[in-house]
């Protein structure tokens, strides 16, 4: 017997087709998409959230009284009693809406905030632990109705969690606007907030560009680029921002849960780069160079110097395996329409260091993977790189059908 | 005749087990998840608020 391990297969890509010789695939694939379906629908109708029964679970209380005929967000209520207004307004966050109920209260001059209260968030609890760690619901107690209520103007943003972070001032600053104008009857002298690109967009903008140079060319300064890559993506994407891919994201776009460009420039930079280098240059970038949890994995790797093979038989299955991990992770998602609740990579508690119940042990379970084997969590469970590899496989096909019917009609 | 099996390599017992054990790990995830989805009842709820609007 030889001791000879050989990695297989490429790093970050899967076996093409490996369930064809399945029994009853037809069936068994049909069932999926239709459950999936019905899982999002189900979940789209219980997920409408019950507002008035949101706030009076927060404010038991007062008694409230609505001052419009409005059914949609943002709605005002009046405390009785005193002259206090409590409006609700929504952001949008990393995971999806954020709602927010703002308690103002009339002074001499302007309006004050007397309460601010998070009803319904959809956020990956990790974020939701920083901005409350990084004492940032703090920053809105005793603000004045007419301060702008912008994030890196006169609120501070938490590092790890800015997504979150603007969605919740995105709505304090609609609730608190709206009340200040129809019901304190001010004049808006609040700076309206502009679209927002700082040094965090311009380095994961740099990374993506070093990245796409790395990964065309060849000479010097490309490995220069990959190095340069390889670190800012642990450091800046994994560490400082926080942002890294998972299956949580794209289970928001598919549910709609989309941030604004103007206030969200970095989600869509990275967005559009990852999504953008599927499309145009049939490349996955995002596996390729810029996930940090790859470089975690390559270090755990580099550190241990073994390289293991993997069961073939759990090979072979990886893409089954992973799509019907990601099947129950979707429909956990669609039917609680929360993005982060089955979501179960351990991206988010590996730069936070924050996660709940089991997660705890998915993380130092996938390091030590990486340690005997090359890319472990990449390879058999990841299910952000098995949806982008897929993504570069339609592309392929459908360029391939595109040739193939212009040279028919040639 | 019925073929000898092939002792697996020592490696390839281990990458087995670490694989087992890391599908055992998302599973738990998955329960603690469903777990918490039985508190919003999302059935439940819509099959009341279809229910409300005929």
């Known amino acids: 017997m030889t001791d000879t ?16 010789g399945l029994p009853w695939r037809g069936i068994i694939e049909g069932f999926a998409w239709a459950s999936l379906v019905a899982a999002f629908v189900i979940g789209q109708i219980a997920a409408k959230p019950d507002y008035e029964g949101l706030l009076q679970q927060a404010l038991p209380d007062e008694d409230l009284v609505r001052s419009d005929a409005n059914t ?21 966050g990393y995971g999806g809406p954020l709602v927010v109920g703002v308690r103002a209260r009339r002074t001499e001059e302007s309006g004050r905030l007397a309460k601010v209260l998070l009803l319904s968030n959809k956020e990956t609890p990790a974020f939701m632990e920083r901005l409350q760690r990084g004492h940032f619901f ?13 994030v890196n103007g006169d609120i501070d943003a938490v590092s790890g969690a800015t997504v979150s972070a603007r969605g919740f ?3 304090v600053r609609d609730a608190v606007h709206l009340g200040a104008v129809n019901h304190l009857d001010l004049k808006p002298t609040w700076q309206q907030p502009g679209w927002f690109f700082g040094i965090n967009e311009a380095v994961l903008l740099l990374l993506f560009l070093l990245a796409f140079y790395a990964g065309y060319r060849k000479d010097k300064f490309a490995k220069t680029a990959k190095l340069i890559v390889m670190i800012g993506t642990l450091v800046f994407v994994g560490f400082y921002v926080n942002a890294s891919l998972s299956l949580s994201n794209i289970a928001g776009i598919l549910m709609g849960y989309i941030p604004t460009p103007a206030e969200h420039p970095l989600w869509w930079i990275m967005m559009t780069g990852v999504f953008g280098s599927i499309l145009f ?12 949890f790859m470089v975690v994995q390559d270090l ?3 550190i241990s110097g073994v390289k293991l093979k993997i069961d073939s038989r759990f090979q072979k299955r990886a893409r089954t395996l992973i799509f019907s991990l990601s099947w129950v992770a979707l429909m956990l998602i669609f039917l609680s329409a929360h993005p982060a609740l089955g979501s179960y990579e351990p991206f988010a508690m590996m730069f936070s260091l924050e996660g709940l119940g089991i997660q705890w042990y998915i993380l ?20 952000v790189g098995l949806y982008l590899n897929e993504m570069v496989r339609l592309r392929r096909r459908v360029k391939a059908w595109f040739v193939k019917s212009k040279t028919q009609k040639g | 005749m019925a073929r000898k099996k092939k002792d697996k390599p020592w490696h390839l017992k281990f990458t087995w087990a670490l694989s087992i054990l890391m599908l055992l790990l998302v599973f738990g995830f998955f329960y603690q998840s469903f777990e918490e989805m039985l508190k919003i009842a999302p059935v439940q709820v819509a099959v009341e608020r279809i229910m409300e609007s005929e």
């Open chain 1, 5 to 20: 391990i050989i990695i297989d297969p490429p790093s970050g890509e899967l076996p093409a087709q490996d369930s064809k």
């Open chain 1, 72 to 92: 949609s967000l943002p709605l005002v209520y009046q405390v009785e009693g005193s002259e206090d207004v409590v409006i609700m307004a929504e952001g949008e």
């Open chain 1, 138 to 150: 703090r920053q809105f107690g005793g603000k004045d109705v007419s301060d702008n209520f912008i």
């Open chain 1, 169 to 171: 001032t995105s709505a």
């Open chain 1, 281 to 292: 240059l049939g490349r996955n970038i995002y596996c390729q160079q810029i996930c940090p």
């Open chain 1, 300 to 302: 755990a790797q580099k």
């Open chain 1, 364 to 383: 130092p379970a996938s390091l030590l993977g990486a340690f005997f084997v090359p890319r472990f969590w990449c390879r058999l469970f990841c299910p």
